[in-house]
């Protein structure tokens, strides 16, 4: 346990770039494969397994973990981690504040998609949900399935309830130490089990305390006006709506969603071969 | 009756025969449920999603789209089902910027003995 003060926001550098920014608005989620250190996880497994009388919800609240030093530097400000977080919710992000574990012993049965309650549907991301895979989960596991680009898709849990398999849903298979980031209105559940064993899947909460601007790591070569905005979801949208949807919320991100706008048409941020920059594109932006 | 020899009881057995006959066949059949979400009205659209409930059982669906069982909501009428909602045009009315969900359900239905 940490005799040190807990912090409640943070700082570091950004580490995404415009075109890995751009890729989180089109699907929703960053997977970070493995870069929590094998002995953080090794320590957080035997956290996860061992009672704490304190916690309030026991195992599925574990969220004295939070003041653990050696967690909060290989986890919570893990530094790959949140270098990603600083890049999509600026300087000076908040901490989080409440564990959450869904922690189930193998085999067990898939649920139902979902939207997580207090949802704010709009092309604003002010916080992040981010789930730390402290185990291998392999599919065998029952790794959460998400849908790339549903969260450009309003939707709400109970009207979600009779979905089941979804073409395009992606099991979030990875080796232990992975940690991912969500738009928390992403479509998610979790996913079937075959195999033996308690799963452990911790998640957790950033927010914004900053106004957004594209203060990332920017590309030379990255142009507003021949990038392309497609989403994995567009089959779900009417035709270019996510194109416009993604747009929307990179500008956002940016600090430039008061230029947004969309003339209609051929215009930005469709795709397509003009004689020009496009009609259209926000002034300023090439 | 022409004679006028029958009675209540008779009359009630003749008609409780062919009722009590077609109860018992009912309790052999169920319902099965096939949800099928395509991507336009159309039923010869490509499917986005299913669910299967046969006999009130869910069905584990394969995560894998060409495993499906069918691609179309018209592959599913030729193989037996039949439709008993179409996708809500009332969903027509919803704005682009706020679109719900997934908006082009087909929910079919056919019986089935157990």
């Not at chain 1, 998610?188 to 799963?199: C, D, E, I, L, Y």
Request: with cysteine; net charge negative; aromatic share 10%.
């Amino acid at each position: 346990m940490s005799t040190a003060e807990v912090p409640e926001t943070w700082d570091c550098a950004p580490s995404l770039t415009d075109s890995q920014v751009l890729e989180f608005c089109k699907n929703g989620y960053l997977m970070l494969e493995g870069v929590v250190p094998d002995e953080i996880n090794r320590r957080s497994m035997e956290y996860c397994a061992t009672d704490h009388p304190n916690e309030m919800q026991g195992h599925h609240e574990p969220t004295g973990i939070l003041q653990e030093d050696w967690f909060r530097s290989g986890v919570t400000l893990n530094p790959t981690a949140a270098a990603a977080v600083r890049s999509l919710l600026g300087p000076h992000f908040h901490l989080p504040i409440l564990m959450s574990n869904h922690r189930q012993e193998a085999p067990f049965p898939q649920l139902g998609w979902h939207v997580d309650g207090n949802s704010q549907y709009s092309c604003a991301l002010n916080n992040l949900q981010v789930f730390y895979l402290p185990q291998d989960t392999p599919l065998e596991m029952g790794p959460t399935q998400v849908l790339p680009g549903s969260h450009l898709v309003h939707n709400k849990a109970h009207f979600m309830a009779h979905l089941d398999a979804i073409r395009g849903a992606v099991p979030t298979v990875a080796p232990a130490g992975s940690i991912f980031l969500t738009v928390y209105h992403i479509w998610h559940r979790r996913g079937r089990a075959t195999g033996h064993g308690w799963r452990n899947l911790l998640k957790y909460f950033y927010w914004r305390t900053q106004p957004p601007r594209r203060d990332w790591v920017m590309e030379d070569d990255f142009r507003f006006s021949t990038a392309c905005y497609g989403s994995p979801m567009a089959g779900q949208l009417e035709q270019f709506r996510d194109d416009i949807k993604v747009a929307e919320m990179f500008m956002w991100l940016c600090g430039q969603h008061g230029k947004f706008q969309n003339r209609g048409g051929q215009s930005w941020p469709l795709p397509g071969n003009r004689n020009g920059l496009p009609y259209g594109l926000p002034e300023g932006l090439g | 009756m022409e004679a006028n020899t029958l009675t209540a009881r008779e009359l009630r057995q003749v008609l409780e025969k062919p009722a009590s006959a077609c109860h018992r066949a009912w309790e052999h059949i169920r319902q099965d449920i096939l949800y099928l979400q395509a991507g336009s009205t159309s039923p010869d659209s490509q499917i986005q999603g299913m669910r299967l409930i046969e006999a009130g059982e869910n069905v584990l669906s394969p995560d894998d789209p060409d495993e499906w069982p069918y691609q179309t909501a018209l592959e599913a009428v030729k193989d037996g089902w039949r439709v008993i909602s179409f996708p809500n045009m009332s969903l027509v009315t919803v704005p682009d910027d706020d679109a719900h969900g997934f908006g082009f359900e087909f929910i079919l239905e056919r019986w089935s003995k157990v």
